[in-house]
C-alpha cells in the first residue's frame, strides 16, 4: 500500500536542507524557536513536504516572517548557529496554485513603490514560470528591475499550493553553513 504525501503549504517559512535531512532541520529549526525566540510550541509547526530537502514551518498568523528571518539571521552574526537548514524564505501569503489566483494574489500586493522582480520556484506543477511571470507583469504597473531590484515577487509552487511574498533583498536568508559548503561560488541555489 503507498502512503499518500501531502504537499500542502502553509503561512510561515520555507526552509531548505540537504536532501534527507528533513527531520534534522526540523529538529534545529524547532529548538530555534522555542529556545532562542521563545515560540511556544502550539504557535509553531515544522512539517515535511514530501519533497526532499524542503520543510516548512507553518506559524501562528500572528508571527512577523520577516522579522522572524532577521531574527534567524542574526543567531548567525558571530557564529554558525544553523547545520541543517540552509535557507529561509518566509511565505507570506498562500493560494490555489493557478495562475488567475496568484495574479489576484500579487495584484492585492499593490500599490509598492520601486522596481520589482518576480522569483518562480514551481515543484510538482504543469504551470511553467514563463506563464506566471506574464501574469504577474500584466498586473504590476512598476518597472523590472532583474539585478538592482526594490521588491521581489517570490512565488514557490508546492503542487496544488502557492506561497507568495513581496520582499526586499535582503529578506531571504542563506545560512553560514551554506555558504561554507560552497566557498566562492555564490550562485548555488540549495533547492530554493
Known amino acids: 500500500m503507498s502512503k499518500e504525501i501531502r504537499m500542502k503549504l502553509e503561512y510561515g517559512l520555507l526552509i531548505s536542507c ?8 526540523a529538529s534545529e529549526l524547532s529548538f530555534a524557536f522555542t529556545n532562542n525566540f ?7 509547526k515544522i512539517k515535511r513536504l514530501g519533497i526532499s530537502g524542503l520543510v516548512n514551518a507553518k506559524l501562528n ?3 512577523d516572517v520577516i522579522k522572524l528571518i532577521h531574527d534567524i539571521k542574526s543567531l548567525e552574526n558571530d557564529k554558525v548557529f544553523f547545520v541543517h537548514c540552509l535557507k529561509f524564505k518566509p ?26 522582480r518576480i522569483s518562480v520556484n514551481r515543484r510538482h506543477t504543469s ?3 514563463k506563464e506566471i511571470i506574464t501574469k504577474i507583469a500584466n498586473v504590476v504597473p512598476n518597472k523590472v528591475n532583474l539585478e538592482n531590484y526594490d521588491f521581489n515577487i517570490v512565488i514557490e509552487i508546492v503542487a496544488e ?5 513581496l520582499l526586499k533583498p535582503n529578506d531571504i536568508y ?9 566557498g566562492d561560488n555564490k550562485d548555488t541555489n540549495w533547492f530554493l
Open 18 to 25: 540537504k536532501k534527507n535531512f528533513e527531520s534534522a532541520a
Open 38 to 44: 521563545e515560540i511556544s510550541k502550539s504557535n509553531f
Open 61 to 63: 498568523d500572528e508571527i
Open 91 to 116: 511565505l507570506q501569503y498562500i493560494v490555489d496554485s493557478n495562475i488567475d489566483d496568484i495574479a489576484k494574489c500579487v495584484e492585492n500586493l499593490i500599490p509598492f513603490e520601486g522596481t520589482y
Open 127 to 129: 504551470i511553467t514560470s
Open 161 to 165: 499550493l502557492t506561497g507568495i511574498s
Open 174 to 182: 542563506t545560512t553560514k553553513k551554506a555558504f561554507e559548503s560552497i
